[in-house]
């Protein structure tokens, strides 16, 4: 079943307004605090957002099976959000997400990425260090919804393919 999944070609483009049902269905199952199709709206208008979607195309249909927000500021490229839908996890989706990140920063001469993950998170952690990052720093109390702390993490853009 898996195998099959991954034969199917996945397109990652711009996230759409008409994206927002199927982005959200993911999001609540995501997250402990998820947010808000109003977030989502104001990311898609931030002209500091980017938002992308992983596509699956079907005989007949095409779904949004992962997604990933970020904002480029300066020369620094910091991740918002990303997630995967349960069902297409383990897939290489996220790390395909988190690449397309990482040339669209190389794109813009940006040289650095940056991101916060809650400390018990360890799939995403393991995921941000396949992508090269690395912890930094600390938020105590970053997450009021658990009170857990936040690890900041960081990567260099210059590993990216020329
Ligand atoms: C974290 C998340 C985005 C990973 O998505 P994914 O598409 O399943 O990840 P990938 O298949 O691209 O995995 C890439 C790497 O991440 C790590 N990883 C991902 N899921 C993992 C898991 N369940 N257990 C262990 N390692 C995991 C592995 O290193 C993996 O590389 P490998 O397959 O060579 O071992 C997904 O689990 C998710 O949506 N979680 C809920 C939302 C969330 O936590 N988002 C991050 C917020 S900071």
């Given at each position: 079943m898996s195998d099959k999944?991954?034969?199917?070609?996945?397109?990652?483009?711009?996230?759409?307004?008409?994206d927002l049902p199927e982005v959200l269905a993911i999001e609540q199952e995501s997250f402990h605090s998820p947010w808000t199709v109003g977030m989502f709206k104001r990311e898609l208008?931030?002209?500091h957002s980017r938002c992308?979607?992983?596509?699956?195309?079907?005989?007949?249909?095409?779904?949004v099976a992962?997604?990933?927000?970020?904002?480029?500021?300066?020369?620094?490229?910091?991740l918002h959000n990303l997630a995967v839908d349960k069902e297409?996890?383990?897939q290489g989706l996220a790390f395909q997400l988190m690449?397309?990140?990482?040339?669209i920063a190389r794109q813009n001469q940006v040289?650095?990425?940056?991101?916060?993950?809650?400390?018990?998170?360890?799939?995403?952690?393991?995921?941000?260090?396949?992508?090269?990052?690395?912890?930094?720093?600390?938020?105590?109390l970053y997450y009021t919804d658990t009170k857990e702390d936040a690890l900041i993490m960081w990567a260099d853009v210059s590993s990216v393919k020329k």
């Amino acid at each position: 079943m898996s195998d099959k999944k991954n034969s199917l070609p996945v397109i990652i483009d711009r996230m759409l307004i008409t994206d927002l049902p199927e982005v959200l269905a993911i999001e609540q199952e995501s997250f402990h605090s998820p947010w808000t199709v109003g977030m989502f709206k104001r990311e898609l208008e931030n002209a500091h957002s980017r938002c992308f979607c992983a596509r699956l195309n079907f005989e007949d249909k095409s779904i949004v099976a992962a997604y990933i927000v970020f904002w480029l500021v300066a020369d620094e490229v910091h991740l918002h959000n990303l997630a995967v839908d349960k069902e297409y996890r383990r897939q290489g989706l996220a790390f395909q997400l988190m690449e397309a990140m990482k040339e669209i920063a190389r794109q813009n001469q940006v040289v650095a990425q940056t991101l916060e993950v809650r400390e018990s998170n360890t799939e995403a952690i393991k995921l941000y260090r396949k992508c090269g990052f690395v912890v930094k720093g600390v938020r105590p109390l970053y997450y009021t919804d658990t009170k857990e702390d936040a690890l900041i993490m960081w990567a260099d853009v210059s590993s990216v393919k020329k």
